[in-house]
T-cell receptor, first 114, second 108 residues
Framework: KAGVTQTPRYLIKTRGQQVTLSCSPISGHRSVSWYQQTPGQGLQFLFEYFSETQRNKGNFPGRFSGRQFSNSRSEMNVSTLELGDSALYLC?????????????FGPGTRLTVT | GIQVEQSPPDLILQEGANSTLRCNFSDSVNNLQWFHQNPWGQLINLFYIPSGTKQNGRLSATTVATERYSLLYISSSQTTDSGVYFCAVGTSGSRLTFGEGTQLTVNP
């Protein structure tokens, strides 16, 4: 079974632009979560989507948004990019929403904002 | 929110040595996972262990939920074990709270 895939793997953007990242979960998984990893803040939860609905949201500004499609694929969007948005963005999938289900992570998208 | 503390923050070993990584958490949890982050950034699942003991080859883990800690044991370490090890806990939904990680370096 294929793992979680994320595209693109690397991205360079300019401050003020917007960016869209994509995540395809493991086949059959319906919950997708997004995390941001930076050297200063570590791994932080952004949001979770299940059945095309946002289930949970972390403490990030409204510039960070996401959505999930009927095939469980998810996208996250960051508008008006700031230098501090440079990070590794990781997507995780699980069979369904809830604490009792193991999370599996994709390879990440490394975003650099200049 | 829940606090997750990992120790030690850094660990340097010679190949063949054994090690124990610790994860303390501040509240009851329903999900605890250990991950190894490879040099390219991907988080590799090691254990899903909200309680009890599991073993997988040279790695084993124990979680004592009532005392709010988990241990990851690495025996006969190899250079390929190098990287950052994360403990992550979940209390509601699919949200995981991560510790700051243990940077392990195994020298030949």
């Amino acid at each position: 079974k294929a793992g979680v895939t994320q595209t693109p793997r690397y991205l360079i953007k300019t401050r003020g632009q917007q960016v869209t990242l994509s995540c395809s979960p493991i086949s059959g998984h319906r919950s997708v979560s997004w995390y941001q990893q930076t050297p200063g803040q570590g791994l932080q939860f952004l949001f979770e989507y299940f059945s095309e609905t946002q289930r949970n949201k972390g403490n990030f500004p409204g510039r960070f948004s996401g959505r999930q499609f009927s095939n469980s694929r998810s996208e996250m969007n960051v508008s008006t990019l700031e230098l501090g948005d440079s990070a590794l963005y990781l997507c995780a999938s699980s069979w369904t929403s809830g604490v009792f289900y193991e999370q599996y992570f994709g390879p990440g998208t490394r975003l650099t904002v200049t | 929110g829940i606090q997750v503390e990992q120790s030690p923050p850094d660990l340097i070993l010679q190949e063949g040595a054994n090690s124990t990584l610790r994860c303390n958490f501040s509240d009851s949890v329903n999900n605890l996972q250990w991950f190894h982050q490879n040099p390219w950034g991907q988080l590799i699942n090691l254990f899903y262990i909200p309680s009890g003991t599991k073993q997988n080859g040279r790695l084993s883990a124990t979680t004592v939920a009532t005392e709010r800690y988990s241990l990851l044991y690495i025996s006969s370490s190899q250079t390929t074990d190098s990287g950052v090890y994360f403990c992550a806990v979940g209390t509601s939904g699919s949200r995981l709270t991560f510790g700051e990680g243990t940077q392990l370096t195994v020298n030949p």
